[in-house]
């Protein structure tokens, strides 16, 4: 256990930084004053010393692991975000879910609390929605449910594996760019999902070759052989009436 000084000096600290809201920052301030002006404080006072500077270090975890550790599966993301994080403070990525809600995840500062964590944002909901640390653990709020953070985590996932891919869908969805939400005003621009400068602090590619890149897996979508669906259907109405000629 730290000693009593210490105990006093990080409740100073947590008054500091406005951990205590006005109704609760009472009763540390007075701990701190009686230890100031009398040099020690009663059992049951150290005990709450202790208690709340403790807390303060060691927040209780507010959210819960989704359970199973997704290390590998985030770490192309995070890879993603840390080249960025060279040219950057804040680098940024605008998405959207399914339903087409906003998604939007951003970078911890070093100097932050959680230096190199990938906050997440729903600023249409319930906001600040969980934190992926750079281990690649996913922590989503308790708010969100465990579709909505599977969802997350997938898109996260993909976003790694596939920047471009994600990039293009969004910017098809939105026709703007996913690493700083402005209008996609170039043809080059459009076909990769981003522009130029984005392309630079993310380190990808841009220009022709990014574009051929991109239309190769349009093409791949467009290509994909499918059973000839007239064919099919004929040959399901010939099925029905053989049967009707059969039943009758
Ligand atoms: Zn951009």
Redesign the pocket.
Known sequence: MPTLQAAIDTLQDAINEGHFSDAKVDFPASLIRQFKHRGSLSQKQEFWAHKLADEYLNPPEKIAPVGTKVADSFLPVLALFEKAAGKLQYPTIWLCLADGQPVITSRAAAHSKNPGHLYVKLPDSIGYAGKVSPTGEFFPVQALSPAGSKEIADLLTRLGADPIGVATEYAKLTGR?C??D?HLDNEKSVAVG??P??AKNYQLPYGVNAMHEANAKKAVVITNPVANPIAAQGRLKLDDMIASVRSA
């Open positions: 760019c690493f700083c402005k981003y522009g400068t984005c």
